[in-house]
């Protein structure tokens, strides 16, 4: 079992920046990534990466934009984001499977522990 926790949402104008953190409880052998929905929306996937290292993985929507990152001491990934845009605007939420499965980073049915969200509002 691991428990995510989700930090750093907000609200900006266009062009600002944020970097939300997911801190988890176990963090060894997972893979994570970055959800968004947005009202009336599907679910995307926006980042995800390995804990064992290794390139991580962008929708094509944030790349140039976005970096996903780890602190594997603290137990924690983070997305920064950059030249934020009104269409960013979502619920964001930070996901987590155990390494050993067929994984496919950016489709959220390849996770299976998910974190409460954290909500980012971009402004135009």
């Known amino acids: 079992q691991v428990h995510l926790v989700e930090s750093g949402g907000g609200s900006v104008q266009a062009g600002g920046s944020l970097r939300l953190s997911c801190v988890a409880s176990?963090?060894?052998?997972?893979?994570v990534g970055w959800f968004r929905r947005a009202p009336g929306k599907e679910r995307e996937g926006v980042a995800a990466l390995s804990s064992g290292g290794g390139s991580p993985y962008y929708a094509d929507s944030v790349k140039g934009r976005f970096t996903i990152s780890q602190d594997n001491a603290k137990n924690t990934v983070y997305l920064q984001m950059d030249s934020l845009k009104p269409e960013d605007t979502a619920m964001y939420y930070c996901?987590?499977?155990?390494?050993?499965?067929?994984?496919?980073?950016?489709?959220?049915?390849?996770?299976?522990?998910w974190g409460q969200g954290t909500q980012v509002t971009v402004s135009s």
């Open positions: 996901a987590a499977r155990s390494v050993g499965s067929y994984w496919i980073p950016l489709r959220a049915s390849s996770y299976n522990y």
């Open positions: 176990a963090y060894s052998n997972v893979y």
